[in-house]
């Protein structure tokens, strides 16, 4: 049984940073990538920012320059650092661990809201 615990979202004003993490526990034999998606509110689920075993990094457009992802491989652990919060950032973060072999694990998901 795999379990993937998200930490750090909350309220931000426009400008603000925050720190999310994810960690992973349970038998994964063979991490691939690691990736943070959202959700806002009657959007589809989009891909943020992924980062491969070897640290090889995606960025959505939207992000790029104000968000960076890194990874504790010993720890199974993924970070998205957010820095210069948009209102537009406002959604649901969800964390994905995807294996070498087999399906992609989900986070349960933090609220990031970005709001003066």
């Known amino acids: 049984q795999v379990q993937l615990v998200e930490s750090g979202g909350g309220l931000v004003q426009p400008g603000g940073s925050l720190r999310l993490s994810c960690a992973a526990s349970g038998t994964i034999f063979s991490i691939n990538t690691m990736d943070w998606h959202r959700q806002a509110p009657g959007k589809q689920r989009e891909l943020v920012a992924s980062i491969n075993k070897n640290g090889r990094t995606y960025y959505a457009d939207s992000v790029k320059g104000r968000f960076t992802i890194s990874r504790d491989n010993a720890k199974n652990t993924v970070y998205l650092q957010m820095n210069s919060l948009e209102p537009e950032d406002t959604a649901v973060y969800y964390c994905?661990?995807?294996?070498?072999?087999?399906?992609?694990?989900w986070g349960q998901g933090t609220q990031v809201t970005v709001s003066s």
């Open positions: 994905k661990v995807n294996p070498v072999l087999g399906s992609g694990y």
